[in-house]
C-alpha cells in the first residue's frame, strides 16, 4: 500500500459524553451530512448499516472527514474506541460506499432573508458545531422563527439548547431583524 493511501482515524471527544467523533485523514462524506438515530432507512447508508450492528451503537452521524458515534449509556467508551477506530480505517481502505446517492430536487427560489440566514449558519455557526462532532442544517424560517435540525453529536447534548439559544439565537437576531427566535428539532 502507497504510503499516500495510508488511512489513519484518530478518536475525539465531544461535548456530547455519549458521543465520539472518529476523524479521517480523508474525506469521507464532503459537502454533505447524513444522520441515523435510529436502525431505519440504513439502506441509504451501507457504513451505518454495518455499524448498527454493533450492540452498542445508538446513533451514527457522518459528515466530511469524520464519523459521529453515539453509544448506549451502559457502555464505556474505553472498551469500545479500539473497534471503532478498526472499522472506520478499515471500511475506508476497502473504498465500500458511504451512501446510495440519489438524485436530489433541484433549488427553489429563495427569499433575501433566508439567503442571509442560511449564509450566516454556514459561515459563523456550522465550522463551531462540526468541530464537536455534529451539524446543524437550516430546515425553515416562517412567522420570524428560525428551525434548525441538529445532528450528530448536536442531537440530544445536554449544551445544546444553551448553544442554540445563547450562541445562535442572538446571533441570527442581531444580524437578521425579521429573526425573532430559533427552534431545534431532531433530525
Known amino acids: 500500500m502507497e504510503l499516500a493511501n495510508v488511512i489513519t482515524v484518530y478518536s475525539e471527544k465531544t461535548p456530547n459524553p455519549e458521543s465520539m467523533k472518529f ?3 480523508r474525506m469521507i462524506l464532503p459537502n454533505d451530512s447524513i444522520d441515523f438515530r ?3 432507512n440504513l439502506e441509504t447508508c451501507p457504513m451505518a448499516e454495518e455499524l448498527f450492528r ?3 451503537i445508538k446513533g451514527v452521524f457522518i459528515m466530511n472527514n469524520f464519523v459521529s458515534i453515539t453509544k448506549k449509556e451502559d457502555y464505556d467508551w474505553f472498551d469500545i474506541i479500539p473497534q471503532l477506530k478498526k472499522f472506520v480505517q478499515e471500511y475506508l481502505e476497502t ?7 440519489k438524485d436530489k430536487l433541484s433549488d427553489e427560489e429563495e427569499s433575501e432573508v433566508v439567503t442571509k440566514i442560511k449564509q450566516l449558519l454556514e459561515d459563523h455557526v456550522k465550522p463551531a458545531v462540526e468541530m464537536d462532532g455534529g451539524a446543524i442544517d437550516f430546515k425553515s424560517f416562517e412567522s420570524g422563527v428560525v ?6 453529536s448536536c442531537s440530544g447534548c445536554p449544551s445544546s439548547t444553551l448553544t442554540l439559544k445563547a450562541g445562535i439565537e442572538n446571533l441570527l437576531k442581531r444580524m437578521v431583524p425579521e429573526v425573532e427566535s430559533v427552534e431545534a428539532e431532531a433530525a
Open 23 to 25: 476523524v479521517a485523514n
Open 38 to 40: 435510529v436502525k431505519e
Open 54 to 56: 454493533y450492540d452498542f
Open 95 to 101: 473504498e465500500k460506499p458511504i451512501v446510495v446517492v
Open 147 to 152: 428551525t434548525v435540525t441538529m445532528k450528530g
